[in-house]
């Protein structure tokens, strides 16, 4: 044995399978059911979209290295990117997921700005209660997976 990896989240697991990659002997050493734990709350760390600026290199190579995922373990990993929608409130709001949205541009993170018309269009299941009131201007950002 080369080296000994503690836990079996998405960092241990995908470190033990690049070192196995490269020729080391590794052992996975997990207390519980291996991605069991924080793994399963944490996106599988390709969430970008609100993500702080400086993550956004480490999500951006998290996401690739998803999408080729099958090919590289040979079975269906059942990654599928659908996007979300991140809806904002008021001016400070509005004025902050802009700026995001231009700083986030250069790591291929292309976000849809809609209006309250659109927002209800293309997410009929968002119900007026988790929209601003029309008075309130409201925008919302939508990502691609």
Do not use: C
């Not at 069991?36 to 993550?55: C, D, E, K």
């Not at 700005?113 to 988790?130: H, I, K, S, T």
Request: glycine share 14%.
């Amino acid at each position: 044995m080369d080296v000994i990896v503690l836990g079996g989240g998405l960092m241990g697991t995908a470190s033990a399978y690049f070192l196995a990659r490269r020729g080391l002997k590794v052992t996975l050493v997990e207390r519980n059911r291996v991605g069991s734990g924080a793994t399963v709350a944490s996106f599988g760390n390709i969430r970008r979209s609100g993500r702080y600026l400086p993550q956004l290199p480490l999500a951006h190579r998290s996401l690739s290295l998803w999408r080729e995922a099958e090919a590289m373990l040979g079975q269906d990993v059942e990654f599928r990117p659908t996007g979300h929608l991140r809806l904002v409130f008021g001016e400070t709001g509005l004025a902050a997921m802009r700026a995001f949205i231009e700083a986030a541009r250069p790591w291929g993170l292309a976000l849809d700005e809609l209006d309250m018309r659109d927002v209800r269009g293309r997410f009929p299941g968002v119900g007026p209660g988790a929209i601003a009131p029309p008075s309130r201007p409201t925008t919302a950002a939508a990502t691609p997976g």
